[in-house]
């Protein structure tokens, strides 16, 4: 066991020891304090934000899912919504059309008796208004044959007796 | 010195050494074994231990290369570049030195053996020893180096042997190693190594708390992104897990206990670096031990202390036998084991890589075979790569382990049990 003398390290020097001691502690106080606490704190509050952050994209993707549920159903409703309103629009203008049709012949039937109608009085004056005139047209011929016809007294005679003989016979 | 003392040691070295011994005459002490003989058989010719002192050189030893790169000696030495550092001795009775260690005169290039004395201290490989005599000079002094008889020192100094204290250590010369009167508080390898490290953690976790606070909302970048994972492992896998709710407040220690060991087993692996063995040193593994044990102790609740003297549920016949005797002893074996746990590991470490560097030496003869010396390379340095890829695994391990298992404590310390 002789070299064991020489085997310096595991005869704990009181000087090293005590430079462990001071050294060491210095290093927990100092290096604790200013360092590993903060930089404990600094980590807490990392992973405390980065969990809220994931907390908040979970919630976030719950509302969007809900608000596209939601959009889709306004969506749907809206289509429903379009396509009854194209249907109540094509109504109405089926509707028009055919009010307005039916006016058109009514109206133009309308027209078309009061043409007939005007054009019957039309012709009823228009008759009337020959008649007449032929009425004075045959007066005035009347006249003037009776005139030319009366000249002589032969003449008066055989007229009157050629009515006298027509009026005996009708 | 008898067996049972040194029993656990002498268990722990069994291990040690057994992934250690590559070589048959690894252990053995050449230098020892000589200067032995010798003095014991002419130890009435005191000037023969003088005739020897200062021959360092010679047949290459591993065990005393490996022993002296895992120390913890007064200079850094970088490869073998010795730079020097502050003294800072202290014996009672006369008073605090402070001084370089430069005073000593070592070489630049060399094992850290002083050429001259100082203020009744000499350097020997790297290592301050104070002369036990108060006769010797006081200023400095020419010596003739230092020669070791059996587990004794002695210098040189006018051709006569002083004898020479052992290093201050907290073991009082159990372990060997003989009385010391003074304490070393100086600035060593080691505790410069601890406050480069302390240094460069301190900057990293500042930098990376500012980006925390600058870039607040934002990914993390750089240095910040590097260490999160680490820091978030060490709050997910072990601060929570054991400690539930009341983590945030024993987090700063969990983590200056992670870092601050994981940046010693690294640093300790840099290559020319210095290799200091901080956390492979028993004075630095129970300082860290004892501030576990404190912070366990001091946090128990009731319920960890009635579980720990009067075990509910358990007859009282066996408690007061058994269970409170254990449970006592238990107390201060978890601290221990910790201590002993990181110690081994990163000192077996760096013992083997330096075994393997050292089989190049060993195969070329300590440069007298070139052809061996090549053959040593070529086996040592994939061995060695090999082994320095084992141990940044381990750097991280250890440093793990001691934090969970200190975590573990704790959680049982503070656990409010519900009956």
């Known amino acids: ?170 | 010195m008898n067996f049972s003392t040194k029993f656990p040691i002498n268990f722990l070295f069994s291990v040690l050494f057994l992934l250690a011994v590559t070589y048959p005459s690894f252990g053995q002490h050449e230098n020892h074994e000589t200067t032995h003989s010798e003095a014991s058989s002419d130890e009435h010719h005191e000037g023969d231990i003088c005739a020897h002192a200062g021959h360092h050189e010679g047949d290459f030893d591993p065990a005393s290369t490996a022993f002296h790169h895992i120390g913890n000696p007064n200079v850094y030495s970088i490869g073998p570049f010795n730079f020097p550092l502050p003294c800072i001795l202290y014996t009672p009775g006369e008073g605090l030195e402070i001084f370089s260690s430069g005073k000593f005169e070592f070489d630049f290039q060399g094992h850290g053996e002083g050429h001259k004395a100082y203020k009744g201290y000499v350097l020997d490989a790297g290592t301050v020893r104070k002369v036990i005599d108060p006769s010797f000079p006081r200023e400095q002094v020419e010596i003739g180096g230092v020669a070791q008889m059996g587990e004794d020192y002695f210098v040189c100094y006018g051709g006569h042997p002083y004898a020479l204290e052992a290093r201050s250590t907290m073991d009082g010369g159990l372990f060997g190693g003989g009385r010391t009167s003074f304490y070393d508080f100086s600035l060593t390898k080691n505790v410069v190594s601890m406050f480069l490290v302390f240094a460069f953690l301190t900057w990293v976790f500042f930098t990376v708390a500012k980006s925390y606070r600058e870039r607040e909302g934002k990914a993390p970048k750089g240095l910040q992104s590097f260490m999160e994972p680490m820091f978030l492992f060490i709050q997910d896998e072990v601060a929570k897990p054991f400690l539930g709710e009341k983590y945030a407040k024993y987090q700063p220690f969990l983590m200056a206990l992670f870092f601050f060991i994981l940046g010693l087993n690294l640093f300790g692996q840099i290559p020319f670096f210095g290799g200091s063995n901080v956390t492979g040193n028993l004075a630095f593994t129970m300082a860290v031990a004892l501030f576990t044990f404190f912070v366990v102790n001091f946090n128990g609740k009731k319920d960890y202390w009635k579980h720990v003297l009067w075990m509910p549920g358990v007859p009282a016949a066996i408690k007061a036998v058994i269970i409170t005797p254990v449970e006592i002893l238990g107390l201060f074996i978890k601290p221990f084991t910790l201590m002993l746990r990181l110690f081994a590991n990163i000192t077996a470490g760096h013992i083997v890589v330096l075994s393997f560097i050292g089989l190049i030496f060993i195969f070329g003869n300590s440069g007298a075979s070139i052809g061996g010396a090549s053959l040593g390379a070529v086996v040592s340095v994939p061995l060695t790569i090999f082994m320095m890829s084992i141990e940044l695994l381990v750097a991280f391990i250890q440093a793990f382990v001691f934090t969970i298992l200190t975590a573990s404590y704790i959680g049982a310390a503070i656990e409010e049990h519900h009956h």
Request: glycine letters at 2%; hydrophobic letters at 40%.
């Open chain 1, 1 to 170: 066991m002789i070299f064991l003398s020489d085997f310096s390290v595991i005869k704990p020097e009181f000087g090293l020891f005590f430079w462990s001691c001071i050294i060491f502690a210095l290093f927990w106080i100092i290096v604790g304090r200013f360092a590993f606490r903060p930089i404990a704190e600094a980590l807490k509050k990392r992973e405390d934000d980065i969990q809220s952050a994931l907390d908040e994209s979970v919630r976030t993707r719950e509302e969007m899912a809900k608000m596209k549920a939601e959009n889709e159903a306004l969506l749907a409703q809206a289509r429903e919504e379009r396509s009854r309103m194209l249907k109540e629009a094509k109504e109405t203008s089926d509707g028009i059309i055919k009010e307005a049709r039916e006016g058109a012949k009514n109206e133009a039937h309308k027209i078309l008796q009061q043409a007939k109608s005007e054009i019957e009085n039309q012709k009823k004056q228009a008759i009337t208004e020959v008649k007449n005139q032929a009425g004075l047209l045959a007066i005035d011929l009347t006249e003037r044959l009776l005139k030319e016809e009366l000249k002589d007294k032969d003449q008066q005679k055989k007229l009157v007796n050629n009515l006298i003989n027509d009026l005996n016979l009708s």
